[in-house]
């Protein structure tokens, strides 16, 4: 005979439920349904206000016809490339060496990890200022008698996205150094006190055996920077405006031109769900390494 489980909503569950109602009523609402009301704009010829003329998918077959969006995607895969690459890298290095006891956690830890504590705005502005060549880097260097040093790639049109990259890589790769960290201390002791009694040295020791073991934090640590390189606008706008030209403009700083400056409401939106569509590529792997984890 099987027997039907009742369930009974206790006081401790009305309570819960009662306190997450309105975070979850505010998350459906502002979240879901302008996501879902994005898509369907697309699809309209909505100019400064939404329309809901429905014109198809001509909004994304001119999108893809616009050199400025050309423009916009190559300079997200040059960022999106380095950016993850280059902080995955820092971070990792980082959490090996507070994890050989190279540096004292204690003091180092909190030094890696507070750019992550400011904002993208104030980041970009105070890279803003120690970049340019009137009063940063370069002004420094030349007061101090290296008159014929020059750094002026925030001025260069084919350097300028390397100083967002840099900007980018500063404040992140702290956070990033946390994860690989907290990774890193859930490793059995015993297998690597097996590794180094069979007398496997340090580079082997994390080649060979401890970073393989990271594949969940490489995971995590690859959807956090894809998802912060699609959407990043704030860093780009404090920093160089998308300039000089259009040398650092990325699909989000391009879909917000095109919305509310250019008055193209429609093609600005197609840029959006193309955005959110290859974040939905990149988080895919996650959601099935997830699932796959809680099945097992």
């Known amino acids: ?22 975070t979850v009523a505010l998350t459906m609402v502002f979240v879901y349904a302008f996501i879902i009301f994005t ?36 300079n997200m895969l040059i960022f999106s490339i380095l950016y ?14 507070i ?16 750019p992550m504590a400011i904002s993208f705005i104030v980041t970009g502005t105070a890279w803003k200022w120690f970049l340019d060549p009137g009063i940063g880097i370069e002004r420094i260097m030349q007061q101090w008698g290296f008159t014929s040093f020059h750094f002026t790639w925030i001025k260069d049109s084919e350097f300028a996205i390397y100083t967002i990259v840099i900007a980018a890589i500063w404040q992140v790769s702290g956070y990033i150094m946390v994860i690989f ?12 006190e097996s590794a180094v009694v069979d007398g496997a040295s340090v580079f082997t020791l994390y080649t060979k055996i401890v970073i393989p073991q990271l594949s969940a934090a490489f995971l995590s640590v690859f959807v956090i920077l894809g998802h912060m390189a699609i959407k990043s606008y704030d860093l780009v706008v404090a920093l160089t405006s998308g300039g000089p030209g259009r040398a650092t ?16 409401m429609g093609i600005g939106a197609a840029s959006a769900v193309f955005m959110l569509a290859i974040f939905g590529i990149i988080i895919i792997p996650y959601l099935r390494h997830q699932i796959k984890a809680d099945v097992e």
Not at 1 to 22: E, G, N
């Open 181 to 192: 960290l907290a990774g890193l201390r859930a490793i059995p002791h015993e297998t690597i």
């Open 84 to 97: 993850i690459g280059l902080s995955t890298i820092f971070g990792l290095l980082m959490a090996i060496l």
């Open 99 to 114: 994890d050989l006891n190279k540096f004292s956690e204690t003091f180092f830890r909190p030094i890696y990890l507070y």
């Open 1 to 22: 005979m099987i027997a039907i489980r009742k369930w009974k909503i206790t006081k401790d569950d009305l309570v819960a439920r009662t306190v997450l109602f309105p």
């Open 39 to 74: 898509i369907y704009i697309s699809f309209t010829n909505s100019k400064l206000m939404p329309s809901f003329g429905w014109v198809g998918l001509q909004n994304y077959i001119k999108l893809f016809k616009l050199d400025h969006w050309h423009i916009a995607l190559k």
């Open 249 to 264: 403009e990325l699909p989000s700083t391009f879909m917000y031109s095109y919305t509310f400056t250019r008055n193209q």
